[in-house]
């Protein structure tokens, strides 16, 4: 899944440079913003980033494995890195079959999603080997890419073989590669069959064709591609992360209990602090239906003081040294007010308007929502079920906003087999001409 949305000149897949940065311009795609950035503020630590200028998070709060979806390939220092990319539709599910089962067994795992899916397309020929490569985290993928055969429209046209999906592994200075092996293997008279090479590959997708002559041999020529190009080639898989702050080769269970594991901890950081925020607006909201009944002693409080501080003594701790009352029994009333510093504060800067009927109504409705929301938040920081099922909410409300169809075929397919044909060695007669010209004729012909 693409995380950046880029205008102008980005290069293409046939390794051609992206244009200076002055003639492009790029932000985060809705995927990367929703899926990726979403909630950073609430669930995750900060630190200063490299020049100590602003704060930046340590990790991303990404709501699916993007080690899984996107892949990862690098080099460190005698330590390299190599996974697949997945389907998002399919680690969805998965994710989400994990999240009922973490107990689930790796056969379990492929039903849901059988294998890599590439962005290019493709066939992976030795499907039967990937319950190892997911169980140990090591591994090479065999991946091919898919021929078609395009009869002539006219007597006259020609048939082509075209090339329209590609070996991941092919893409950049690959397609110019596979172009020059091919007019190679045709000087070599290895592919005599095929008369010209074009490449018609857009925007719209890969488009290579090889037009051959009459009668040709289209399996052959198939198979001699796979094996002679990198029209077939392997994917090599080293499932190394960092987990726990360690290198370590991970197997697809491994990977999935350390997101799980991760969005629990995420889940329960940014409830903790909704609850904070929600608990300080109750507060709050106590504070004022607690005023506005007993709004009189309120105001007579306000009125009497000399200064704000006066004020907040007296809402605070009941301190009315500060006070000059009119009412002797309000006086005697305010010796036990014992708002908290905020309450008292909310209660200072209260409107006049917020007296009205109406208003003290809505005032308590908001009330019994903070209430609900507070209740609701406990519940989602201190039980597990809850927060499985809002993981699995959230992956099946991804898979359906941005989820799309597989790309990449699995199957198990055999090395590809070149029967050469053996020429039996027979007498022949040399004869040249008075010109120059040679050639060999059969001894009885001759």
């Not at 998070?57 to 990404?62: E, F, G, H, S």
């Not at 319950?131 to 006219?154: M, S």
Request: hydrophobic letters at 35%.
């Amino acid at each position: 899944m693409p995380l950046v949305d880029g205008k102008g000149n980005f290069g293409s897949i046939e390794g051609d440079g992206a244009a200076a940065y002055r003639y492009t311009e790029a932000k985060l795609t809705r995927f990367a913003d929703e899926v990726y950035l979403r909630d950073t503020d609430k669930s995750v630590d900060f630190v200063p980033n490299y020049s100590n200028t602003e704060p930046e998070p340590v990790v991303l709060p990404v709501r699916i494995p993007n080690f899984i979806l996107n892949g990862s390939e690098g080099i460190a220092v005698g330590m390299i890195t190599s996974t697949p990319c997945h389907n998002l539709s399919e680690l969805c599910d998965l994710c989400a079959a994990f999240v009922d089962d973490p107990d689930m067994s790796i056969d379990d795992m492929l039903e849901i999603m059988p294998g890599p899916d590439f962005p290019t397309g493709g066939i992976i020929a030795n499907k039967s080997d990937l319950k190892e490569i997911y169980t140990t985290g090591t591994g090479r993928i065999r991946i091919r890419g898919r021929l078609e055969l395009q009869p002539g429209r006219r007597r006259s046209d020609k048939d082509k073989l075209c090339v329209t999906e590609i070996p991941y592994t092919m893409i950049g200075s690959g397609i110019g590669k596979f172009m020059s092996d091919t007019a190679q293997l045709v000087e070599q008279k290895l592919l005599p069959e095929i008369t010209d090479i074009g490449n018609a590959t857009s925007s719209d997708g890969v488009s290579i064709f090889l037009e051959l002559r009459k009668d040709a041999d289209v399996e052959r020529i198939s198979n001699i591609l796979y094996k002679k190009t990198k029209l077939e080639d392997s994917f090599p898989v080293n499932m190394l992360a960092i987990s726990d702050g360690r290198p370590e080769v991970m197997s697809l269970p491994s990977i999935l209990s350390a997101w799980l594991s991760f969005q629990h901890d995420i889940i329960t950081r940014k409830y903790k602090e909704l609850l904070r925020k929600e608990e300080d607006k109750k507060e709050i909201q106590e504070g004022l239906i607690a005023a506005c009944n007993i709004i009189d002693l309120v105001i007579a409080v306000i009125i009497g003081a000399r200064k704000r501080q006066d004020a907040e003594n007296c809402l605070v701790n009941g301190d009315i040294s500060g006070i000059a009352f009119k009412d002797r029994e309000l006086k005697e009333q305010a010796r036990s007010l014992s708002f908290t510093k905020r309450q008292a504060d909310a209660i200072l800067e209260m409107r006049l308007y917020k007296l009205i009927g109406l208003e003290i109504l809505e005032l308590e409705k908001e009330y019994r929502k903070t209430v609900k929301a507070v209740k609701e938040y406990r519940q989602i920081i201190g039980d597990s079920g809850k927060r499985d099922e809002l993981i699995k909410a959230d992956l099946m409300d991804i898979k359906t906003r941005f989820g799309y169809p597989r790309r990449t075929e699995l199957c198990d397919l055999s090395d590809v087999v070149i029967e050469e044909k053996k020429i039996e060695e027979q007498p022949t007669v040399f004869v040249m001409d008075r010109l120059g010209y040679c050639k060999l004729i059969d001894e009885q012909a001759y």
